[in-house]
């Protein structure tokens, strides 16, 4: 069994859920959505203050490349073994992936660098910072969404659902695709205007092959 990332949780690998282990309940979508905004929420505040810090020159540009590159990559690696079911749940994809995604992000941590001492204001600092924890939680949905399996008979599908933000045409877009077979939409915060701003959530079930048509396209 893998470790949990949630004390006092553990992942059932059958189900895909977090189980609690003194009800024995699974952690409901809601409340994993939530830790998912409050994880959001985390590394844009630890971003945040690197980023403050640099632009009130109280830590020095070389200092805040290498702390920003060290919270981006905790960030993705956080949000890769939330999706993965635990640390121990992380496989050589997983870190693959997750350092593909940190080394474009630290490629483009030093064109931030050079706007900010060209004079970007705070408030524009702090928004690109925050979009680096943006990016981190796309790993929670294609860890999430790599590991689901339809049992035999079974069809996976997909739908993307609008959080609770202002929407990209691209997002109102797959929204209103409705139900499609697993993989075909994109996971959130990917091939969209919004990128790493995006909110919204890929809700997933299985259906009988056989009627699997009867679902596509449709919201139900």
Same mark, same amino acid.
């Given at each position: 069994?893998?470790?949990?990332? %949630?004390?006092?949780?553990?992942?059932?690998?059958?189900?895909?859920?977090? #189980?609690?282990?003194?009800?024995?309940?699974? /952690?409901?979508? =809601?409340?994993?959505?939530?830790?998912?905004?409050?994880?959001?929420?985390?590394?844009?505040?630890?971003?945040?203050?690197?980023?403050?810090?640099?632009?009130?020159?109280?830590?020095?540009?070389? /200092?805040? %490349?290498?702390?920003?590159?060290?919270? #981006?990559?905790?960030?993705?690696?956080?949000?890769?073994? %939330?999706? +993965?079911?635990?640390?121990?749940?992380?496989?050589?994809?997983?870190?693959?992936? &997750?350092?593909? =995604?940190?080394?474009?992000?630290?490629?483009?941590?030093?064109?931030?660098?050079?706007? #900010? &001492?060209?004079? %970007?204001?705070? +408030?524009?600092?702090? +928004?690109?910072?925050?979009?680096?924890?943006?990016?981190?939680?796309?790993?929670?949905?294609?860890?999430?969404?790599?590991? @689901?399996?339809?049992?035999?008979?079974?069809?996976?599908?997909?739908?993307?659902?609008?959080?609770?933000?202002?929407?990209?045409?691209? $997002?109102?877009?797959?929204?209103?695709?409705?139900? @499609? =077979?697993?993989? /075909?939409?994109?996971?959130?915060?990917?091939?969209?205007? $919004?990128?790493?701003? $995006?909110? $919204? /959530?890929?809700?997933?079930?299985?259906?009988?092959?056989?009627?699997?048509?009867?679902?596509?396209?449709?919201? =139900?």
């Amino acid at each position: 069994m893998a470790e949990t990332i %949630l004390p006092g949780y553990r992942y059932d690998e059958k189900t895909g859920r977090y #189980i609690s282990q003194k009800t024995g309940r699974p /952690v409901s979508k =809601r409340d994993m959505l939530l830790l998912l905004a409050a994880l959001l929420l985390l590394f844009r505040e630890r971003l945040g203050a690197l980023t403050m810090a640099f632009h009130e020159g109280a830590i020095a540009q070389a /200092v805040w %490349l290498e702390q920003m590159r060290q919270e #981006i990559t905790t960030a993705h690696l956080t949000n890769r073994a %939330l999706g +993965a079911g635990g640390w121990d749940g992380m496989t050589i994809a997983d870190n693959t992936a &997750v350092r593909e =995604r940190v080394q474009d992000d630290s490629r483009r941590l030093g064109d931030f660098a050079v706007a #900010i &001492v060209a004079g %970007l204001t705070l +408030a524009q600092a702090l +928004a690109r910072a925050g979009m680096y924890a943006g990016t981190a939680r796309v790993q929670f949905w294609d860890a999430q969404r790599e590991r @689901q399996a339809p049992g035999d008979g079974m069809m996976l599908i997909e739908k993307r659902t609008l959080g609770a933000s202002e929407h990209c045409p691209d $997002c109102l877009e797959y929204h209103a695709q409705g139900w @499609q =077979r697993a993989g /075909v939409l994109p996971s959130p915060g990917t091939q969209s205007v $919004c990128l790493a701003n $995006c909110q $919204c /959530v890929i809700e997933s079930k299985e259906v009988p092959a056989l009627i699997a048509g009867e679902w596509i396209g449709t919201r =139900r």
